[in-house]
């Protein structure tokens, strides 16, 4: 049974998604920790009525106790790697992972981001997207999962969906479309990393 960890800094909707997804017994992995980055992020509840075990792991400290950003880091590494993680998977987590983060984790990291391959990379890419509609510059949009790299929103696509914008949209029915096919992509991709490492297990 491969060991799920999330991260997340929101509402959590997505980690809902994976929750259902991976909640049973039956699945070949399960959910075993959620970190957030802000106490009061949603998605702690959600994690919590699941009984998952949830870590608090904010920056802030580190800051004030003029830590570095490795250091705050590399304790979040240290803790998954405690907690026997075999793959994470970034649902919303707003900070940037260092190299030295991912050298540290050392097994896959997957970032769920609202945006196609090369587009809008960094924070609100679905609202760039829909501005850059209003400007008739593009007409589609989409959502990618892909493997986390030191590099922001750059590494190899696992998964990645268009969705087409019209007139119609809004930026809200344009963000509720965006979301729905996140909640579905973020299962599927995580899905199908799953059964690739169990497979190179042998
Ligand atoms: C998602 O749109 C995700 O792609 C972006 O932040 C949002 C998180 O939503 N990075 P939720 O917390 O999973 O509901």
Redesign the pocket.
Known sequence: MLRLAVL??????????LIEAFGSNQSAARIVLVVSNRRK???LERAKKAQITTLYHPLGPYKRQGQSRITYDLDLAHALKAAGVDLLI?????HILSAEFLGAFEGPVL????ALPGEFAG?Q??ERAFAAFERGEITQTG?MVHRVIPEVDAGSVILSEKIQISQRDSLDSL?ER??SL??RL?VQATAQVVDEMIASKG
């Open positions: 997340i800094s929101g509402n959590g909707s997505n980690l809902q998604a992020a949603y998605g970034l649902a919303g987590w707003m970032n769920l981001h609202p924070i890419a679905i959502v963000r965006i979301h996140e909640h973020i």
